[in-house]
């Protein structure tokens, strides 16, 4: 006998909703950091599990499906390096620096693809620690101005990973 479970209609729908849409953009984020064999792996996977929440429409599936990914790839590794073996394909330190890594490779990205208006303000005030006061001093600006480019930056990273 086996524990498989057949998909109800909506669920499987809303799967393949998911895997139509989103499993070249998924493979292809994979595929940077892990490799092309792992990464349709990685992705297949991910896909099982996210059926589950596939039937209810999932409001940010990106960030679902990414953070599925990146803990089946820290999950690899944590069991690779139990039995005294290297990560496959990972070139991790320790159990969560390769996803961590992934993680940090996507942010480079949505942040380079960003326009420059909104960048300065969001890389000050994320990676400078700066306040927007700080920001507007600093740029001759007035603080709604930074406010208004904080939010479209904000706007622009929920869009990248979120939709």
């Not at 070139?91 to 961590?100: C, I, L, R, Y």
């Not at 909104?118 to 990676?127: A, E, L, P, Q, W």
């Amino acid at each position: 006998m086996t524990d498989a479970k057949e998909m109800d209609a909506e669920t499987a729908e809303g799967l393949e909703r998911l895997y139509r849409r989103y499993n070249s953009w998924l493979t292809g984020r994979l595929r940077v950091f892990v490799g092309a064999d792992q990464a349709a792996d990685v992705a297949q996977e991910t896909y099982i599990r996210a059926a589950p929440y596939s039937a209810g429409g999932v409001r940010r599936p990106k960030a679902l499906l990414l953070r599925i990914a990146l803990n089946l790839v820290r999950d690899d590794s944590r069991r690779s390096r139990r039995r005294g073996g290297e990560p496959a394909d990972v070139d991790a330190v320790d159990p969560g620096e390769g996803a961590s890594q992934l993680e940090d490779l996507l942010l480079k990205q949505v942040i380079l693809t960003m326009p420059a208006l909104y960048r300065d303000v969001f890389v000050m005030s994320r990676f400078g620690g700066m306040t927007y006061a700080e920001i507007a001093a600093a740029r001759g600006l007035n603080l709604k101005t930074v406010e208004w480019r904080m939010s479209k930056a904000l706007d622009h990273c929920s869009k990248q990973m979120g939709a």
